[in-house]
């Protein structure tokens, strides 16, 4: 990790249509490169929503941000060629088998021929799911399936790696696998920009974490700076508790 | 690529072929068999018709003669051995056993020649052929004879129509006979019977376009095999749409439009992969016509040398379907939308279109509307080519036409993606 700046946010704002109050509210931010950097925050506190927008799929309502020095308005191609994305859902199609989703989205990316072909049987590989390439994505259990989805968003080698909750749903295998690929890819270079609702998970891979309340950043640093923080706090969960409350977040 | 991955997810969905192809196939036959019942109903099998005559004379027995000899109409004057009588008729009539009931007034025979002889002695004695005194004592003027005709409800009004244009036709024409006969009895001293013919002096002849010096005869098959054609080609709008909208459910549009490849090249891998399947169900159609109708008793759909026309015709009405897919799926939010909004908007725009019912007998304002419809366009575009013998010239409108409503569709889907989503 480097201290230079890859991701730059300054006063970004969203306000959806329709909608009482900010979703991202005035938000600043500097993401280093190649970090692993948490968002973490209760539901409704703005997370997918400011990843959305540096993901360029909805527009800041004030505000501007940059990644790798670049915005979208100038150079959104260039962006789009450094990011990779990994939603939430399992953004697959699900008739086409494991091997032919990742040939897919690769030459979206650019990727083509044995190299592409290669590529995709080595992912495959480390993620143990060789023996299963040519099976329909559709038959997956839910582990197999993010792990594929993963792969998916990282087969180009991003620069900055953006992942709303990458093992929501998965037995702790798949979770291991996932996260020890996550820190494989980040001693690589790839930054990476992670939101999830597993705190154990954040405090063990993450450098630097942020606490999303209201659309703003309450807290950021790293996870033992957090914790240590907060008056008898053993982790960041008590950190978290601590700091967003105990009371539900539903219909926020 | 994306073709590529388009066509995988076409060819293993085996529901959605499966009404994407046979579907289309069911209705074709299925229309067309339904047409040919009817069709055949009105020129080959006869209508049973009661006939109450309360004539019994000379003209009541000429218009049997008539009715049994124009081949549509078997007459029948009893039921159970009961002879018919007006009340009767009517009632089997209106309870839907029969379609039709014709009621012949009595006197009608000596009526009419008493009307026929007091105009023809008018006129005689307007031209002193006759002492006026005759014409004072031998006729008077009669008051009308209805013929009255019983349709049985359910009677579509094309059907009734036609019998009543028959029926007026043929006691014209033995009014007519009477009238000649009447003036060739007063004139029979001087005038050779023959002198009045009475043979139709106008008559008329049907001729239709000609290919090659023989004429071409539209059939059942030559309509429906275009318009159901088109009307599966643009049912593809419901598929496409659904799969447009299950892309951003599912979240790969979010990998679609993160990665840096534009919109239009998705479109364009939904354009190619959609385009082969409408040139895939065209061509399943059009062998449907030539093979399977002879072998169900259905004239064969005839392509003649047209082959390479009409299927330039159905690329461009599948590009023109495909945009209008690519729309509605882009702009809709959920499948929910999309699906219903698809096939409406799919059977208006062939209802409009022509393909149930002919333009040319629709209210005025829905003929200017139905200009609007591509079905419409590429409807004439197979007619021009089929029936009316067009040249590529006579074609290039309408494919023009639906070329432009394909981009017009494109650029609406991409204006909107643009505006709604990315930055």
Same mark, same amino acid.
């Given at each position: 990790m480097d201290l230079k700046s890859v991701i730059q946010v300054e006063n970004l704002s969203k306000q959806y249509k329709n909608?009482?109050?900010?979703?991202?509210?005035n938000l600043s931010l500097d993401i280093l490169n190649g970090e692993i950097f948490g968002l973490l925050g209760p539901n409704g506190a703005g997370k997918t929503t400011l990843i959305s927008m540096l993901c360029g799929l909805i527009q800041p309502s004030s505000g501007n941000f940059s990644i790798d020095q670049k915005t979208y308005k100038e150079n959104g191609l260039a962006i789009r060629k450094s990011i990779g994305v990994v939603p939430q859902?399992?953004?697959?199609?699900? %008739?086409?088998?494991a091997h032919e989703n990742l040939s897919y989205f690769g030459a979206m990316h650019g990727l083509r021929g044995r190299g592409l072909k290669e590529l995709v049987n080595v992912s495959l590989e480390k993620m143990g799911l060789t023996r299963f390439?040519?099976?329909?994505? =559709? %038959?997956?259990s839910g582990g197999m399936k993010r792990r594929v989805n993963l792969l998916a968003g990282v087969l180009h080698r991003p620069k900055v790696l953006f992942l709303d909750?990458? %093992?929501? =749903?998965?037995?702790v295998q798949s979770r291991n696998a996932i996260v020890d690929f996550l820190k494989e890819l980040n001693k690589q270079g790839t930054t990476i920009v992670y939101t999830s609702h597993h705190l154990i998970e954040a405090e063990e891979l993450c450098d630097r974490i942020a606490i999303i309340e209201g659309g703003r950043i309450i807290a950021q640093g790293t996870p033992a700076v957090l914790i240590n923080s907060?008056?008898?706090?053993?982790?960041l969960e008590d950190v978290f508790i601590a700091m967003t409350g105990r009371g539900f977040r539903d219909g926020i | 690529m994306a073709v590529k991955k388009e066509l995988l997810l076409q060819i293993r969905d085996i529901g959605g072929l499966i009404i994407l192809f046979v579907m289309p196939l069911l209705l074709l036959v299925t229309i067309t068999v339904v047409q040919k019942g009817s069709f055949d109903s009105l020129l080959g099998t006869k209508i049973p018709v009661l006939l109450v005559d309360n004539d019994k004379d000379s003209i009541s027995y000429a218009i049997q003669r008539e009715l049994g000899s124009i081949g549509n109409f078997t007459l029948i004057t009893q039921i159970d051995d009961t002879p018919l009588v007006e009340a009767t008729a009517k009632d089997a009539v209106f309870k839907g056993d029969f379609q039709l009931a014709i009621i012949l007034p009595a006197n009608m025979t000596s009526d009419l020649n008493s009307q026929v002889q007091h105009n023809v002695d008018r006129i005689m004695s307007e031209f002193s052929y006759e002492e006026e005194e005759a014409t004072a004592t031998g006729s008077r003027p009669i008051s009308s004879k209805e013929v009255r005709l019983y349709f049985?409800? #359910?009677? $579509?009004s094309s059907f009734k129509t036609a019998v009543k244009s028959s029926i007026d036709k043929l006691i014209a024409t033995i009014e007519t006979e009477r009238i000649y006969k009447k003036f060739q009895e007063q004139l029979s001293d001087g005038i050779?019977?023959? #002198?009045?013919? $009475?043979?139709?002096?106008i008559t008329f002849k049907e001729i239709g376009s000609e290919k090659e010096g023989e004429e071409i005869k539209p059939d059942a098959g030559q309509h429906n095999v275009p318009a159901w054609t088109l009307f599966a080609i643009f049912f593809i709008i419901v598929p496409l749409s659904i799969n447009i909208v299950k892309e951003k459910s599912q979240g790969t549009m979010i990998r679609l439009t993160t990665?840096?490849?534009?919109y239009y090249v998705f479109i364009l891998g939904k354009t190619v992969s959609y385009l082969c399947i409408s040139l895939i169900q065209f061509y399943l159609m059009l062998a449907i016509g030539v093979y399977l109708f002879p072998l169900m008793g259905i004239p064969a759909f005839a392509i003649d040398n047209n082959l390479f026309k009409l299927s330039v015709l159905a690329i461009f009405s599948g590009l023109a379907a495909i945009g209008a897919g690519v729309a509605v799926g882009t702009i809709a939010t959920t499948q929910e939308q999309s699906a219903p909004f698809g096939a409406t908007f799919v059977v208006i725009l062939a209802a409009i279109g022509g393909?149930?019912?002919?333009?040319?007998?629709?209210?005025q304002v829905m003929q200017v509307i139905s200009k609007i419809s591509p079905i419409n366009w590429a409807l004439n575009g197979f007619y021009d080519v @089929? @029936?009316?013998?067009?040249s590529w010239i006579d074609i290039m409108p309408e494919i023009i036409l639906l070329l432009l409503f394909f981009g017009l569709t494109i650029a609406i889907a991409i204006i909107y993606d643009k505006k709604k989503r990315t930055i």
């Open positions: 909608s009482d109050f900010l979703a991202v509210d859902e399992y953004a697959l199609y699900h %008739t086409l088998t390439a040519n099976r329909q994505v =559709g %038959t997956f909750e990458p %093992t929501v =749903g998965v037995d907060i008056v008898d706090a053993r982790n | 049985d409800p #359910a009677t $579509q050779d019977g023959g #002198a009045f013919t $009475q043979k139709g002096f990665n840096p490849v534009p393909v149930w019912v002919p333009v040319f007998i629709m209210p @089929l @029936l009316r013998n067009g």
